[in-house]
């Protein structure tokens, strides 16, 4: 599913390469075997155990192209102002910030440490000082933003390295939770703690007017599909009910869910 060799993923679920040939032709891997497969490849075991994986095409997103991942970022999570939001200094500054961070994603650059920081915090005075929902809608993009960058330091860094010299890979991407330190599955929880009633009541405050409600449904799916949710499900859970909502979504119309969905199909 990943352009991976029986030798790599043998590596991943510990197991050897005739193992991994024996389950491609039907055997059934134990629960614990299957436990790390369905991390590995993001799917409930449920689905691994019953469902039909051999006709998925292999994923080839260009991830040594900065500029395409950057227009994916632009799509899946929209960015907004206004000439009524500009007007306010909190939100003009945290919109310009934004920009220079996309800039800066744009040119494969490193980020200032608080960048990101300074960009939610004046979005979140901008919706306290003000009624526009372009606010509450950039801080929960704020947010998500801020998901995005907890990774292993050192991970991202050989990322980067990689990406310099075009030999990054989405397989290198995906494998990045496979190595990852215990640390950083306790900052993500710890980020749910903190930003949790944030995200809820700025979702609450789109989803009451019916220009921004599609918007809400939409993040709402995005938070199952990234896993920024306190369920007692498992990630891969979480993921594939994230999916079913989107689905769902898109199939009543919502537009964001419909990008969502075509980048999905697109790029695999």
């Known amino acids: 599913m990943h352009?991976?060799?029986l030798e790599e993923l043998g590596g991943i679920i510990h197991c050897a390469k005739s193992t991994v040939k024996g389950y491609e032709n039907?055997?059934?891997p134990d629960f614990q075997t299957l436990q790390l497969l369905a991390a590995h490849y993001n799917k409930p075991i449920d689905e691994l155990l019953y469902a039909d994986l051999t006709e998925l095409e292999s994923i080839s997103i260009d991830m040594n192209s900065p500029s395409h991942i950057m227009e994916l970022m632009k799509t899946?999570?929209?960015l907004y102002s206004s000439e009524d939001a500009m007007g306010n200094a909190n939100f003009k500054n945290g919109y310009e910030l934004s920009q220079r961070l996309l800039a800066s994603f744009s040119n494969a650059e490193v980020l200032p440490g608080n960048?990101?920081?300074?960009?939610?915090?004046?979005?979140a005075n901008a919706t306290d000082e003000s009624e526009n929902l372009e606010a509450a809608a950039n801080l929960v993009w704020s947010i998500f933003i801020w998901w995005s960058q907890i990774y292993d330091i050192n991970q991202i860094l050989s990322l980067q390295n990689k990406l310099q010299s075009k030999k990054l890979s989405f397989k290198d991407w995906m494998q990045l939770k496979d190595t990852e330190d215990a640390s950083v599955a306790e900052k993500r929880v710890s980020f749910i703690t903190d930003f949790g009633a944030i995200?809820?009541?700025a979702?609450?405050?789109?989803k009451s007017e019916p220009e921004w409600s599609d918007l809400a449904?939409?993040?709402i799916a995005l938070r199952y599909i990234v896993g920024m949710v306190d369920t007692d499900l498992s990630a891969e859970m979480?993921?594939?009910?994230?999916?079913q909502m989107m689905l769902s979504f898109m199939m009543l119309g919502n537009s964001y869910a419909f990008k969502f969905c075509k980048i999905c199909l697109s790029e695999s």
């Open 26 to 28: 039907g055997r059934r």
């Open 203 to 206: 979702l609450k405050a789109l």
């Open 115 to 123: 960048m990101i920081v300074r960009i939610f915090e004046s979005f």
């Open 238 to 243: 979480n993921s594939a009910v994230g999916m």
């Open 76 to 78: 899946i999570l929209p």
């Open 3 to 5: 352009n991976e060799t």
């Open 199 to 201: 995200i809820t009541e």
């Open 217 to 219: 449904d939409y993040y």
